[in-house]
C-alpha cells in the first residue's frame, strides 16, 4: 500500500500558502500537517486556529494537527473545529485516554504523539483508541534537524504490537525526513510520513512524489 504524505507548513511562507497547497494537491500529497507550539510544551511558538481555518477554506486536504502544547485537553474543542486528525503528545500533561476519546466524540481521528524520551511500550496500553500514532524522530519544537535513527526502532516496536492486536493504526513519522530517511522509516513501519524542509523547497513535485512513491 503506497505510503501517505502530509507536508508539515512550519516552513513555508504563510502568504504564499495558497500556490504552494495548490501544488502539493497536484503532486498527490495526502494531507497537510499543522505544528501547533505554544512556547511552554516546546520552546518556540508558531500558530493557532486562525492561520489552520484560513488553510481549510483554501484546500479540501485533510487537517493533521500536531498540537504541541502543554495540556492540550484545555482547547480540543477549538482545534477539533478545524481538524481532521487530531493529535496531542503523551507527556504533555492531559489524561491520556479521556483526551483520545474526547477527540473522538468532537468528530476528529484521535493521534497519539510521542518524543523521542518516551519508550513506545508506554502507549499500548493506548494504541485502540487511536486511528494513528505519531512517532518524533527529532525533539519537536523546529523544522530542519537531523532524523534521530532510535524512531525506527520504536515504529517497528509499535507495527509489530499493532499486528499482534489486529488494530489499523496509522503510523506517522516526523522530524528529519528526507530521500535517505523516509525509505528507513516505511521499512520499519511508518504509513504517514511528515516533511517539512525536505518538501517545502524548488522541487516540491518531485519530492512529494517520491516519498509517496516508497511502500
Ligand atoms: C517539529 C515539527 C515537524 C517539523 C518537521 O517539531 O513537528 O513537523 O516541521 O520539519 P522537518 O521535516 O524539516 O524536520
Ligand atoms: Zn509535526
Redesign the pocket.
Known amino acids: 500500500m503506497a505510503v501517505k504524505v502530509s507536508p508539515?507548513?512550519?516552513?513555508a511562507d504563510f502568504l504564499e500558502l495558497d500556490g504552494e497547497l495548490k501544488k502539493l494537491e497536484a503532486a498527490g500529497t495526502d494531507m497537510i500537517?499543522l505544528?501547533v507550539?505554544d512556547g511552554i510544551f516546546?520552546p518556540?511558538i508558531s500558530f493557532g486556529v486562525p492561520l489552520i481555518r484560513s488553510i481549510k477554506k483554501h484546500t479540501n486536504l485533510p487537517l493533521d494537527v500536531?498540537l504541541?502544547i502543554d495540556r492540550p485537553h484545555r482547547y480540543l474543542r477549538d482545534f477539533a473545529a478545524v481538524a481532521d486528525y487530531l493529535g496531542f503528545h503523551y507527556e504533555a500533561g492531559s489524561d491520556v485516554a479521556e483526551t483520545l476519546k474526547e477527540i473522538r466524540a468532537l468528530g476528529c481521528k484521535p493521534c497519539l504523539t510521542i518524543k523521542p524520551c518516551t519508550a513506545p511500550e508506554e502507549i499500548f496500553p493506548f494504541l485502540p483508541l487511536c486511528d494513528m500514532v505519531l512517532v518524533?524522530?527529532?525533539?519537536?519544537?523546529?523544522?530542519?534537524?537531523k532524523?534521530m535513527p532510535s524512531a525506527l526502532e520504536k515504529l517497528s516496536a509499535l507495527r509489530a504490537e499493532c499486528a499482534r492486536r489486529g488494530l489499523a493504526v496509522e503510523l506517522e513519522v516526523?522530524?528529519?525526513?528526507?530521500g535517505e530517511t523516509a525509505p528507513l522509516a516505511v521499512q520499519a513501519g511508518a504509513t504517514v510520513l511528515?516533511?517539512?524542509?525536505?518538501?517545502?523547497s524548488d522541487q516540491m513535485e518531485e519530492r512529494v512524489r517520491f516519498l509517496k512513491s516508497l511502500s
Open positions: 508539515s507548513v512550519l516552513t500537517h505544528d507550539m516546546v518556540n500536531h504541541m518524533m524522530s527529532v525533539e519537536p519544537g523546529f523544522g530542519g534537524q532524523f516526523d522530524g528529519g525526513i528526507n511528515v516533511a517539512g524542509s525536505y518538501v517545502f
